[in-house]
């Protein structure tokens, strides 16, 4: 854990523990997530057509499994690695939605691309530690210009991503581990070309100092009270917390408690194969033959 904050900073991604949930554990939360997949919960909901094909996600569950919350729970309340992760996001911090993915095989994959400045997620494995079905990463990207700005679209499409694998990298981690990113760093994810489908829980974290925007303003009203850890997820009471201000535009903002700024922007690209890989898909974008 020494090097978490040097690492994450300078890759924008990295290991915060290896192996912190047991067989046992991840068993038990597969089996909760195939009743909830094949169940008729109203509450609960499940996007078969998400972040690329033959993939889906979970979301909304939390109220649902306990067991779930519990099992999440076990990382913020664990000493240790809540003060790695308050390395990086700082004390304010505040979680933003926890999230289901399973990607099955012949998932084609999910394109490289970003997300809101100052949100993070943390991944914990579930499923195998080959790249099939993975989060794929370009290192130290978050310090690069945009996706938008130098390409001039919102994301590199999969089938490029699908080509690119020499280029990117992936944390080769077993199950039950633990990763956290920068969600500002390009990313993506890998085709799952393997016989069994690949899973993870995404919890998504913004660091103080970040406007959080929720598409349904008045979820908060409705669910707020329903969880009763430290915490909480930011659709719920804590929302209510002194650290936070609405705005006007119905964004809440979360208050430094020390200054915490943004990576600059930088354009020179260190590493060769990252050049080249830049290089190629300047090359690509300017004939539009993706």
């Known amino acids: 854990m020494n090097n978490f904050k040097e690492n994450f900073d300078k890759y924008g991604f990295c290991l915060i523990k290896k192996n912190f949930f047991i067989d046992e554990e ?43 919350k519990r099992f999440t729970n076990k990382i913020f309340n664990d000493e240790k690695l809540i003060n790695t992760i308050k390395k990086n996001v700082g004390e304010n911090f505040k979680i933003s939605e926890i999230t289901y993915r399973r990607s099955y095989p012949g998932d084609i994959g999910l394109g490289l691309h970003q997300d809101a400045i100052g949100e993070n997620t943390i991944v914990i494995n579930l499923s195998n530690n080959d790249f099939n079905g993975k989060t794929c990463f370009l290192k130290s990207s978050h310090n690069f210009d945009s996706i938008k700005k130098l390409f001039k679209s919102s994301s590199i ?5 699908k080509f690119s694998k020499f280029f990117l990298d992936f944390i080769d981690t077993s199950r039950g581990s633990l990763i956290m990113f920068n969600n500002k760093v390009w990313h993506g994810r890998f085709p799952n070309k393997s016989r ?43 929302l209510e917390h002194s650290s936070i201000t609405k705005s006007q535009d119905g964004s809440y903002f979360i208050n430094y408690e020390k200054s915490n700024k943004e990576n600059n922007t930088i354009q020179t690209y260190k590493n060769i194969k990252t050049k080249i890989y830049i290089s190629f898909l300047k090359l690509i974008y300017s004939f539009k033959i993706r």
């Open 26 to 68: 991840i068993k038990n939360i597969e089996n909760i997530f195939d009743e909830l997949i094949k169940g008729q919960n109203e509450k609960v909901e499940i996007d078969n057509n998400c972040m690329g094909g033959k993939s889906l996600a979970v979301k909304n569950f939390i109220d649902e499994k306990l067991e779930i």
């Open 157 to 161: 499409s999969d089938k490029l991503t």
């Open 196 to 238: 069994n489908f690949s899973s993870s829980l995404l919890i998504g974290v913004y660091r103080e100092g970040s406007n959080i925007k929720y598409e349904d303003e008045n979820i908060f009203e409705k669910i707020k009270n329903k969880l009763d850890y430290k915490y909480e997820i930011d659709q719920r009471r804590n």
